[in-house]
Each structure stands twice: as structure tokens, then as C-alpha cells.
């Protein structure tokens, strides 16, 4: 699947959107196949679902991850 990403970070945040269609904004992440992307969740948040958000960007082309940086 390809992916496109951006990726924004703040001190108690991040907020990664990744998108299966080009977009003027995003940057090419690659052409990744399930479990590449399963080693990218795992990466950025390693007690994230990875099977439900791997479903939801199959089926809406499109996944917004919203990660609290813990103190």
C-alpha cells in the first residue's frame, strides 16, 4: 500500500496523519506492506491496537494518530 505521512510534534504531542492517496501536503512514505506498517505503529506507540488501525486505514484510505507524550 502506498502511504503518504505528515508528521507534526509539539512538546505534549504528536499528530501523524497518513493518507493511501497523494497529497500536495504529505510527504511519500513508501510502499508498505502490512507488516511494515505494523512495525511503524508498534515504533511510534508500542501499546497502540495495531490490527483495528491497520483495518481502519484499509478501509478509509486514511488514518489520523494523535499521541500524548507521557511526562
Not at 508528521?7 to 493511501?20: G, N, V
Request: hydrophobic share 35%.
Amino acid at each position: 500500500m502506498k502511504i503518504w505521512k505528515t508528521d507534526t510534534q509539539t512538546p505534549t504531542h504528536r499528530l501523524i496523519k497518513l493518507q493511501c492517496e497523494m497529497h500536495s501536503d504529505y510527504t511519500y512514505f513508501g510502499d508498505l506492506n502490512d507488516d511494515k506498517i505494523k512495525d511503524f505503529f508498534l515504533e511510534i506507540q508500542p501499546e497502540m491496537n495495531v490490527e483495528k488501525n491497520l483495518k481502519l486505514l484499509h478501509y478509509f484510505g486514511y488514518l489520523h494518530l494523535f499521541i500524548i507524550h507521557k511526562k
